[in-house]
T-cell receptor, first 112, second 114 residues
Framework: ELKVEQNPLFLSMQEGKNYTIYCNYS?????LYWYRQDPGKSLESLFV?????AVKQEGRLMASLDTKARLSTLHITAAVHDLSATYFC????????????FGKGTKLTVNP | DAMVIQNPRYQVTQFGKPVTLSCSQT?????MYWYQQKSSQAPKLLFH???????NEADTPDNFQSRRPNTSFCFLDIRSPGLGDAAMYLC?????????????FGPGTRLLVL
């Protein structure tokens, strides 16, 4: 059974600082997604990573995928308050399954 | 704009009183999903439709049913809501199954059970 672990679960950081959120998964997959969720809102798709070594960047966020290590990272550069949200990684198992398996989420708070 | 729409956004029901949540999409996607998300937890897949083919998750309670009368609409029926069913219910769509395409989420319906 596929398990997805995110670290840390809670992250409080100052504006202007850098930090990385980690997402490990337990079985083979080459489809990994990052979503953002604001309090009381739905999930917004940030990145889709489809192959080993994939790197995608949008603004202050950069996501990467290492399928051999079964690890994805979401790197935050020079954080701003607007990035405060919960970030989920989600993994689609190989074999045609449609069941996205989510990590528990990382609640990010960026303080002035 | 193409999108995923959920109605109502907030639903209050009584313990044991059936409730139906609605999802519609203008993306013309083949796959529609229903997720349950409880407070401070990750979304949990209840079931999904690929066209008219219904796929139930093994651990989805029998209390939860779904209907997809056409490509655009999908309904979640909770036959006898319990207090533990209070949650945000998220509908999502994707274009093609098995291809790892992005799932697009609707705004969610927050269900309160009294």
């Amino acid at each position: 059974e596929l398990k997805v672990e995110q670290n840390p679960l809670f992250l409080s950081m100052q504006e202007g600082k850098n930090y990385t959120i980690y997402c490990n998964y337990s079985t083979t997959s080459d489809r990994l997604y990052w979503y953002r969720q604001d309090p009381g809102k739905s999930l917004e798709s940030l990145f889709v990573l489809l192959s080993n070594g994939a790197v995608k960047q949008e603004g202050r966020l950069m996501a990467s995928l290492d399928t051999k290590a079964r690890l994805s990272t979401l790197h935050i550069t020079a954080a701003v308050h607007d990035l405060s949200a919960t970030y989920f990684c989600a993994v689609l198992p190989q074999g045609g399954s449609e069941k996205l398996v989510f990590g528990k989420g990382t609640k990010l708070t960026v303080n002035p | 704009d193409a999108m995923v729409i959920q109605n109502p956004r907030y639903q209050v029901t009584q313990f044991g009183k059936p409730v139906t949540l609605s999802c519609s999409q203008t993306l013309n996607h083949n796959v529609m999903y229903w997720y349950q998300q409880k407070s401070s937890q990750a979304p949990k897949l209840l079931f999904h439709y690929y066209d008219k083919d219904f796929n139930n998750e093994a651990d989805t309670p029998d209390n939860f049913q779904s209907r997809r009368p056409n490509t655009s609409f999908c309904f979640l029926d909770i036959r006898s809501p319990g207090l533990g069913d209070a949650a945000m219910y998220l509908c999502a769509t994707s274009r093609t199954p098995g291809q790892g395409e992005t799932q697009y989420f609707g705004p969610g319906t927050r269900l309160l059970v009294l």
